[in-house]
Every structure is written in structure tokens, then in C-alpha cells.
């Protein structure tokens, strides 16, 4: 048994790109995939040296004990290669310079748009916003997985699996339950037959994001309550920004646009802030974060 959920999404993401790849018959190239994959671990390297010898000069006394924040920098390799393969699935660029423009600026959101506890956005949603607003080049595809039952099937056990070992699964079931609910009555209200509800509701990408983007347990608010009413309104501007205003990447907008509310509801709803699993090196570096 892992005991790092992140290990879990690392293996289930590298599955379903493969799965996309090889059944989908994707026009992805392998050189897209390790662009993402070495500027995003690259990017995580070279900030996170540069973060600590910054704070080093600041404290410069070596008679002084060293703050958690200067404890030896471990190599966080999990977090940035996760960000890398959501980059991978999610995001089509014509130019490797595209998806190294989004890898580095994914990766960069965590060390420079911040509060002291936590990043507040999603990296790999930063980075696909970050693009489709910098760039021409770039673009997402909602309906690349098709409508297939059976890949909503391993994307549920999967993420439902991820999801139990990380405690967020109330995120998905709030998201989902609360845009499923605003596309069934818009349906009910225009007179369409429920096909046309399934047929808006399978989208593998929608699965995907609900699973493993709006739950990433570093950047969504930590109370419970807050949790809930976050997701609520991310489907409902979702649900707006998709009928409304006719975009099919909503969900993604929808994230980037609310996710700094996390900061006044984790100052509205206090909750201890949730924590990766940990080596026993560096427990004691983490016991006062």
C-alpha cells in the first residue's frame, strides 16, 4: 500500500494518457508529454533552490535556528509531475514552446501567487488559463474522450480511489451534484429529451476535472462547509459561462476565476490545512506548518 496519495494520481493519470493515446487515437506527441514533464520538474528544482538560498541571505546568523522554511530542500518531484501529466491530458498546443510557456508558469503560480499556508491556485489550471490567454497557439478539448460509458467508469474508481486516501471526494460530489442538478433543470425548463442531459454529462474531460483538478487538496479551501459552498458556485459559474456565454473549456475559467475566494473562506471557516504524506526526515521540519 502507497502511503503518498499522490502516487495513486501519478499512476492513475499516466494510465489514462496512455489509454487516450493509444484507443483515442490522439494526434499527441510523446515530445509535448516530456516538454511538460522536464520543464514543470525543472521548474520545481530550480524555484525551490532559489527559494532557499534567498531565505538563507535573509537570515544569514548561523548562531540562529533555522526556520522549517530552511530545512534542507528536498526534491519535490510529485507534485510537479502530476501538474505535468493534467498538462499532458488536458492542453493542445502546436509548439513545444506553447506547452513549455505553460509548464514553467504552472509550476511558477505555487512559489509566487500564495498565501503563507498555502497556493491558491490549481498549477496546471493556472498554466492552461495562463496560455490560452498569453498565446494563439494553444487550446483545450473538452470532448477528446468521446462519450464512452466505460471510461467514466475507470475515471469514477480511480479518482474515487485517490480521492478516499486524500478525504476531498465531498469536493466532486458537491461539483458534480450541483451542475448536474442546473443542466436537469434547464433541460426540464427548454422541453428536451434526457439523451440530450447525457449527452452534455459524458465528457471524460469533465470527469477529469471534477476528479483530480477542482479537489487538489493544496489550493481549495480546507473547512469542510467552505469546501461545499466553493464548488457549488464553481458549477455555477460553469454552468453560466457554458449556456451563457458559450465556453466549452467553462470549467476551467470557472476555477481559475474563484479560486482565490479560497483565501477568505479559510479565513471565515478555520480547519487545519491538509498535508501530503511525509518522510520521517521531514516531520519534524513540518510539525509547526
Not at 488559463?129 to 494563439?136: D, K, M, N, P, R
Not at 486524500?166 to 458537491?174: L, Q
Not at 460553469?238 to 476565476?257: C, E, G, H, K, S
Request: hydrophobic letters at 50%; a positive charge; one cysteine or more.
Amino acid at each position: 500500500m502507497l502511503r503518498d496519495a499522490r502516487d495513486y494520481q501519478i499512476g492513475f493519470l499516466t494510465l489514462f494518457l496512455l489509454i487516450g493515446t493509444l484507443l483515442r487515437d490522439w494526434t499527441l506527441r510523446p515530445e509535448m508529454v516530456a516538454t511538460a514533464v522536464v520543464t514543470c520538474i525543472g521548474t520545481q528544482v530550480l524555484l525551490s533552490l532559489a527559494q532557499n538560498k534567498w531565505l538563507r541571505y535573509q537570515r544569514p546568523d548561523p548562531l540562529e535556528s533555522a526556520p522549517e522554511s530552511l530545512a534542507p530542500v528536498y526534491l519535490n518531484w510529485r507534485s510537479p509531475l502530476i501538474s505535468a501529466l493534467g498538462l499532458s491530458l488536458l492542453l493542445r498546443a502546436d509548439h513545444l514552446s506553447t506547452m513549455a510557456l505553460a509548464s514553467s508558469l504552472a509550476i511558477a503560480s505555487k512559489f509566487f501567487l500564495k498565501s503563507p499556508d498555502k497556493h491558491f491556485f490549481n498549477p496546471a489550471n493556472f498554466g492552461i488559463i495562463a496560455v490560452l490567454l498569453l498565446t494563439h497557439d494553444a487550446w483545450v478539448s473538452p470532448g477528446q474522450w468521446g462519450e464512452d460509458l466505460w471510461y467514466g467508469l475507470i475515471f469514477l474508481g480511480a479518482g474515487g480511489l485517490v480521492l478516499k486516501r486524500v478525504g476531498r471526494w465531498d469536493t466532486t460530489v458537491a461539483f458534480l451534484s450541483s451542475y448536474i442538478l442546473l443542466e436537469a433543470l434547464r433541460n426540464l425548463y427548454l422541453g428536451w429529451t434526457w439523451d440530450v442531459l447525457a449527452h452534455r454529462l459524458m465528457s471524460g474531460s469533465l470527469l477529469l476535472f471534477a476528479l483530480f483538478m477542482v479537489t487538489d487538496p493544496r489550493s481549495i479551501p480546507n473547512a469542510r462547509p467552505a469546501r461545499l459552498l466553493w464548488a457549488g458556485a464553481i458549477a455555477l459559474l460553469t454552468f453560466i459561462l457554458r449556456n451563457y456565454f458559450y465556453q466549452p473549456d467553462a470549467v476551467f475559467w470557472a476555477l481559475f476565476m474563484l479560486s482565490p475566494s479560497t483565501l477568505l473562506l479559510d479565513r471565515l471557516w478555520s480547519a487545519r490545512r491538509f498535508e501530503w504524506w511525509v518522510s520521517p526526515q521531514q516531520a519534524s521540519a513540518l510539525l509547526d506548518g
